[in-house]
T-cell receptor, first 113, second 110 residues
Framework: SAVISQKPSRDICQRGTSLTIQCQVD?????MFWYRQQPGQSLTLIAT?????????ESGFVIDKFPISRPNLTFSTLTVSNMSPEDSSIYLC??????????FGSGTRLTVV | QKEVEQNSGPLSVPEGAIASLNCTYS??????FFWYRQYSGKSPELIMS????GDKEDGRFTAQLNKASQYVSLLIRDSQPSDSATYLC??????????FGDGTTLTVKP
């Protein structure tokens, strides 16, 4: 299965600022997925990132708040913009899919103060 | 009703016992089912997948699927303290969507 390097692993940010999370995959993949896991809760899909096209966002998530880049088949970034304490969460990138399940990056633990 | 429901636990079993984790889902058209293990502070790790009714065994893990009852379970035999983690059930629907349950926290006591 693919190996994903995700960084930063954690960060503490001031409200109103932005943080960009990076994910690098060791093989080429068509789709990358960005999830959020709030404390004590399960995984919520933010968006699906395809190379060469705009990301597809799930209900409740918008591009202005969570812009995503996918410049090639091995890399993607998620930016959390204009952060508030409610954005404090773990953010995970993943690859894989519906048939065989997902492999996740190590996660970014974000705290907004 | 949540799309994927799991007992929140915590579930506590003694070392060597069988741990039984349960999951129900609402979308009758769901086709593939997964169990992920998530250690505290770590990301989820895929441990089992099942696609057809019946049992699927992999080492100490057995996944069971009953589509008529919309029920999937994970049995862990000879539970070890290292099995202590949160177990997430995930269900993939025909609509191309993967939905995760909230997870069941398992503690295996030595």
């Amino acid at each position: 299965s693919a190996v994903i390097s995700q960084k930063p692993s954690r960060d503490i940010c001031q409200r109103g600022t932005s943080l960009t999370i990076q994910c690098q995959v060791d093989s080429q993949v068509t789709m990358m997925f960005w999830y959020r896991q709030q404390p004590g809760q399960s995984l919520t899909l933010i968006a699906t990132a395809n190379q060469g096209s705009e990301a597809t966002y799930e209900s409740g998530f918008v591009i202005d708040k969570f812009p995503i880049s996918r410049p090639n088949l091995t890399f993607s970034t998620l930016t959390v913009s204009n952060m508030s304490p409610e954005d404090s969460s773990i953010y995970l990138c993943s690859v894989g899919g519906l048939t065989y399940g997902y492999t996740f990056g190590s996660g970014t633990r974000l705290t907004v103060v | 009703q949540k799309e994927v429901e799991q007992n929140s636990g915590p579930l506590s079993v003694p070392e060597g016992a069988i741990a039984s984790l349960n999951c129900t889902y609402s979308d009758r058209g769901s086709q593939s089912f997964f169990w992920y293990r998530q250690y505290s502070g770590k990301s989820p790790e895929l441990i089992m997948s099942i696609y057809s009714n019946g049992d699927k065994e992999d080492g100490r893990f057995t996944a069971q699927l009953n589509k008529a009852s919309q029920y999937v379970s994970l049995l862990i035999r000879d539970s070890q303290p290292s099995d202590s983690a949160t177990y997430l059930c995930a269900v993939n629907s025909n609509a191309g969507k993967s939905t995760f349950g909230d997870g069941t926290t398992l503690t295996v006591k030595p």
